[in-house]
Nanobody, 124 residues
Framework: QVQLVESGGGLVQAGGSLRLSCAAS????????MGWFRQAPGKEREFVAA????????YYADSVKGRFTISRDNAKNTVYLQMNSLKPEDTAVYYC?????????????????WGQGTQVTVSS
């Protein structure tokens, strides 16, 4: 089992920045990759970014490319999402997820463990 705990959400004005953190514990040696997804009210959960645990290869949704940066600290078993130039449409609950097997970055179905989510609200 892998446990994930997100932090860093909050309220920010458009154009501002936030950094989300996701700390993993448990069988962290089994993690192949970690990702961030988000879900806005009335919408489906969507892929935001992902990163491979060993090589650090990053993947991004087109909607956040150039504004968001995903990174990881293997020693701390933590993945980060730096969000800059935030827009009202970025408002959502952001979820961290861990993949321990088949890795398809944008496919939520391939992730095995999920955090509880953290709210990000961007005001206009």
């Amino acid at each position: 089992q892998v446990q994930l705990v997100e932090s860093g959400g909050g309220l920010v004005q458009a154009g501002g920045s936030l950094r989300l953190s996701c700390a993993a514990s448990g069988r962290t040696f089994s993690i192949v990759a970690m990702g961030w997804f988000r879900q806005a009210p009335g919408k489906e959960r969507e892929f935001v970014a992902a990163i491979t645990w060993s090589g650090g290869t990053a993947y991004y949704a087109d909607s956040v490319k150039g504004r968001f940066t995903i990174s990881r600290d293997n020693a701390k078993n933590t993945v980060y999402l730096q969000m800059n130039s935030l827009k009202p449409e970025d408002t959502a609950v952001y979820y961290c997820a861990a993949d321990t097997g088949l890795f398809i970055p944008s496919s939520s179905a391939t992730y095995d463990y999920w955090g509880q989510g953290t709210q990000v609200t961007v005001s206009s």
